[in-house]
């Protein structure tokens, strides 16, 4: 069971794969993102998150702007291998709106509510 | 902030969006999958989580066959709305490999090892 990890993922059509992004300590969920074959291998050379960005199709450094950068813990691949899991370690906040966690509205049959503050106006965020 | 959920969700060109499922009390991720505007509704009325399976292109309601089903505690959506954060409690396993996650294998730079035991026999979930 040591298969090379190339091995084991499948990239979509597009070439990428989605990442579930966890806090390894508290088990907050904090994003979801996509890889490609680069962003992964960067990744595990590294050891600070990068991602495939599809809005400006080119590999995002998480935190390079903002610098609210996520320290890799371990990378899992699934059972199919098209979806990985990266717990980290968050330095600050993930969301860019200044939240903790990207997910913070939740959904009801009725509406929708929120359920997280935001810790860092984004504005300073992003300069 | 009482939108309509509907109103929320950034289904993709396949009219599907991600679900992260996660296990309320311990954190832990348990799997990926897609749900169709079908899907989210179903889930939202019943509890009981609801999936599209992209293989058989039809709803799949998770423990169906394997009687391993989810109940919802609350459904999150993220910050551009395409990716949801399912909060449940899962009865049994998650993974078709009777493991309790679809996350058991561990990436490395030169290699992968499995992190997780199944804990059923795959031959007793499905008959």
């Known amino acids: 069971?040591?298969?090379?990890?190339?091995?084991?993922?499948?990239?979509?059509?597009?070439g990428l794969v989605s990442v579930i992004v966890q806090q390894h300590d508290s088990g907050e969920v904090l994003m979801l993102a996509w890889m490609n074959l680069d962003a992964v291998r960067e990744t595990l050379a590294t050891?600070?998150?990068?991602?495939?960005?599809?809005?400006r199709k080119t590999l995002w450094r998480k935190g390079e702007q903002s610098g609210q950068v996520q320290h890799l813990i371990e990378l899992r691949i699934d059972c199919d291998g098209d979806a990985l899991l990266a717990l980290v370690d968050q330095?600050?906040?993930?969301c860019h709106t200044g939240r903790r966690?990207?997910?913070?509205?939740?959904?009801?049959?009725?509406?929708?509510?929120?359920v997280g503050q935001a810790l860092i106006d984004p504005g300073k965020l992003y300069g």
Chains 1, 2 share one sequence.
């Open 47 to 55: 050891g600070r998150l990068c991602y495939f960005s599809r809005g």
């Open 91 to 94: 330095t600050g906040v993930a």
């Open 101 to 114: 966690s990207c997910f913070f509205t939740s959904m009801t049959k009725d509406g929708s509510a929120q």
């Open 1 to 14: 069971m040591t298969s090379k990890w190339p091995d084991l993922v499948n990239f979509n059509t597009a």
